[in-house]
């Protein structure tokens, strides 16, 4: 059974930043594209930052390019998304997805398995 469980959210000031966790158990991390998704109220979920396991390229939205990065250690079945620089339009629930080939990387119908989401909230 897969799960993903994602940690780090919280609530902080414009400028500040955060680091989410996504922890990923059932499945052989290495091999999964990974990725992080995000929601903000009355809004579809959005595309943030992804990572193909076979080639290593790494595609960011262009709203976080620059400030945002995303990274892995397989040996700990763990994701991260590093978020610098942060401003009020980020306040969302943060998800992460995983998929064992995703075809389309910022789609969400494409990805196969998705966390629970964890909240950020940016302060003015």
């Known amino acids: 059974q897969v799960q993903l469980v994602e940690s780090g959210g919280g609530l902080v000031q414009a400028g500040g930043s955060l680091r989410l966790s996504c922890a990923a158990s059932?499945?052989?991390?290495?091999?999964?594209?990974m990725a992080w998704f995000r929601q903000a109220p009355g809004k579809e979920r959005e595309f943030v930052a992804g990572?193909?396991?076979?080639?290593?390229?790494?595609y960011y939205a262009d709203s976080v390019k620059g400030r945002f990065t995303i990274s892995r250690d397989n040996a700990k079945n763990t994701m991260y998304l590093q978020m610098n620089s942060l401003k009020p339009d980020d306040t969302a629930v943060y998800y992460c997805a995983a998929d064992k080939a995703v075809v389309l990387i910022a789609s969400t119908r494409t990805w196969e398995y998705w966390g629970q989401g964890t909240q950020v909230t940016v302060s003015p």
């Open positions: 990572r193909f396991w076979s080639s290593g390229n790494i």
């Open positions: 059932g499945l052989t991390f290495s091999n999964y594209d």
